[in-house]
């Protein structure tokens, strides 16, 4: 029978997938970041337990504008990832390979035309656990910027999952001899 752990925070995802690197010699380690923290939570781990692995933190998006609401209830308009910021600088002294992209599953933003193929992909990665269609999405936009080839086994690190996969690029995700595959669940958060 499938048993995937289960675990209880972020910490433990890491480690269960550090570990896992270690046990089957996978020497790459995807991580989403939203601010670049968790990459480097990731390294320090890393370091610790399996020093070969390449680390690649992606963060989203890339030089697009995101609305957020201030505190005084007024819409802001931020550029959330700088290539020049300060936490890339950390990452970068750190030895991590940083990329930013934006999500291939996403629509093309065109108002008043819905695209429901995408919509449909994660929706249906997203029944097992929420961020499983973002670790898909990592490897993709990973294997797109050439960090990985295809077929190349590589771990993928999200929020609340962490996979094993054979690499593919966001084109020929479903492609019967070059798409992606998800080998293994390492870990899922409660």
């Known amino acids: 029978m499938f048993s995937t ?22 020497d790459k380690i995807l991580i989403f970041s939203q601010n670049g923290e968790s990459g480097l ?61 934006t999500l291939p599953l996403d629509n093309v933003v065109v108002p008043g035309v819905p695209n429901s193929i ?12 929420p961020g499983l269609q973002l670790a898909v999405q990592a490897v993709l936009i990973a294997t797109d910027h050439g960090i990985l080839n295809f077929g190349e086994p590589v771990i993928s690190i999200v929020g609340d999952v962490a996979i094993s996969a054979s690499a593919a690029n966001s084109r020929l995700i479903f492609h019967s001899e070059y798409g992606l595959k998800i080998d293994s669940i390492i870990a899922k958060k409660q």
């Open 41 to 101: 939570k990731l390294k320090k781990y890393v370091d610790e337990l399996n020093p070969s692995v390449q680390v690649v933190t992606i963060m989203f998006p890339a030089n697009e504008p995101v609305f957020i609401e201030n505190e005084e209830g007024h819409v802001e308009e931020v550029i959330p990832n700088d290539i020049n910021s300060d936490i890339n600088s950390k990452l970068l002294k750190e030895n991590v390979q940083v990329i930013f992209g």
């Open 118 to 129: 995408n919509l449909t992909i994660k929706n249906t990665l997203s029944m097992f656990t």
């Open 5 to 26: 752990p289960i675990v209880d925070s972020l910490d433990e995802l890491i480690k269960s997938a550090v570990k896992y690197s270690k046990n089957t010699g996978i």
